[in-house]
Nanobody, 123 residues
Framework: QVQLVESGGGLVQPGESLRLACAASGSILKITVMGWYRQAPGKPRDLVATITSGGNTNYADSVKGRFTISRDNAKNTVYLQMNSLTPEDTAVYYC?????????????????WGQGTQVTVAS
């Protein structure tokens, strides 16, 4: 089993910054892609950013230049630095982790989601 614990959400004013973190734990052999998604009320869950084990990143057009995704492989943790926040960034943010774990002595791939953390941008 893989557990993900998210932190860092909150209420901020437009133009301010927040940093989200998501730590993975469990019988993890390796983690490949880590990412952040978000879901606003009444809308589907959308990709925000992803990062591979080699550090290659991908961003949604709406956050390019404002958000930065990073990871600490030693800590199995992914971060999302969010700058210049706008009300349109208001959503529940979910981390997503892909990799391999050992279950009953066998290696299996996994995809796990965090519980979600609320980010609200309002004046």
């Amino acid at each position: 089993q893989v557990q993900l614990v998210e932190s860092g959400g909150g209420l901020v004013q437009p133009g301010e910054s927040l940093r989200l973190a998501c730590a993975a734990s469990g019988s993890i052999l390796k983690i490949t892609v880590m990412g952040w998604y978000r879901q606003a009320p009444g809308k589907p869950r959308d990709l925000v950013a992803t990062i591979t084990s080699g550090g290659n990143t991908n961003y949604a057009d709406s956050v390019k230049g404002r958000f930065t995704i990073s990871r600490d492989n030693a800590k199995n943790t992914v971060y999302l630095q969010m700058n210049s926040l706008t009300p349109e960034d208001t959503a529940v943010y979910y981390c997503n982790v892909n990799g391999e774990i050992t279950i009953d002595g066998r290696d299996r791939q996994f995809i796990s989601w965090g519980q979600g953390t609320q980010v609200t941008v309002a004046s």
